[in-house]
């Protein structure tokens, strides 16, 4: 009789199972550019989640800060007929993914996890296409960082710039110590980050939404541009030799090591503190980058999904989309990724002071004006306005040509791109 039960049991059991497998569990494979230490730490936490409710997890990491590698992969598996899963796409190109047909509606998830009041409008706009969820928002990145060592600032007595000729002032007497003023990733997306914040100082926020989301020809080639690119320019003889090519989380290490003093970068960086121990405040220091206190420029992960056939892969695709906006990833993904999270509402009490800061800068800015999308991470204008301008930034940076034809080379190239 015991043994009949036990029998019955295990049958119940193993079919249960089979159908769970069958109705829930799928593969995803994701495509991603998060490989630096505190990048993967972070984007693993979704991994975990996906396979605790029974799914797979692909990995698809393509290489690169920034995300143009990636980008490029993605054309190519799509052109092929074989997307992803689910891709990390952002800002206005999901636009273009949306018209491609290839994207997967997300709104009965939405509808259930009440994403339109768990979002913040202008974030959940760009998530939509023809007003249907097509991708989610992970978190949210402020790019107007800088990323500095008290104790380099200390031994060159030095004090860490909150305007551009600070910086200059600072940056004489670091090299003058023997240290390197500024940790710089020589890649053509990370030259364009640090050009977007200085022309937010320069030029303020109106400046900046005329030049770099409107793409006005008039504020490109203008004496303020050309003034944002003399800044930029300033910068490069207190970099090392080793700066060309060198990727973000690198320069990032040489802070954190003491070599170099300082690095603008988004707040992805804060990440690499974070993984490699350090407190903010005693053995880093996060302040806005020179100039730009009041402001936010802003950048937004996502991830769309591609229209799948199985019913598996398309209950972990909801899975997935679920979970991000979920506060259980919201808060470990955040905190260890070094932005804050997109889901509004989210405790406070988890993140450390660079993030309490970025949130009230948020919202601050929103009020004042001063919250603006980047351009160099995909926020503000299409790719090919996007691709033109940071050609010329980064042509410019590295090579002799002046300000002025820089100045009006954006406006010429951003034109022909259109
Ligand atoms: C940004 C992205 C961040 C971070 C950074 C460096 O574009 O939004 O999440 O990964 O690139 O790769």
Redesign the pocket.
Known sequence: MGLKLCKRALTVMVGLCILSTYAFGGEVEVLH??T?GG?AKSVAVLKDLLEKEGHTWKDFAVAG???DAAMTVLKSRAVAGNPPTAAQV?GPQIQLWGDEGVLAKLDDVARAEKWDELLPKVVADVMKYEGSYVAVPV?V?RINWMWANPEVFRKAGAQPPTTWEQFETAAKKIKDAGFIPVAWGGQPWQEATVFEMIVAAVGGPDFYQSALVDADAGALNSPTMVKALEVLKMIKPYTDKGAPGRD?NLATAMVIQGKAAMQFM?D?AKGEFTAAGKMPGAEYVAMPAPGTSGQFLF?V?SFIMFKQKDPGAQEAQKAMARLILQPEFQKVFNVN?G?IPVRLGMPRAPFDDPALRSMNAFVASAASGGLVPSMA??MAVFPATRGAIVDVVTNYYNSDMSAKDAAANLASEVEAAK
Do not use: A, I
Request: net charge negative; no cysteine.
């Open positions: 550019w998060w630096s990048e800060g920034g995300g952002k978190n990145h973000w988004g992805w950048n992960d990724k932005s991470h995909e």
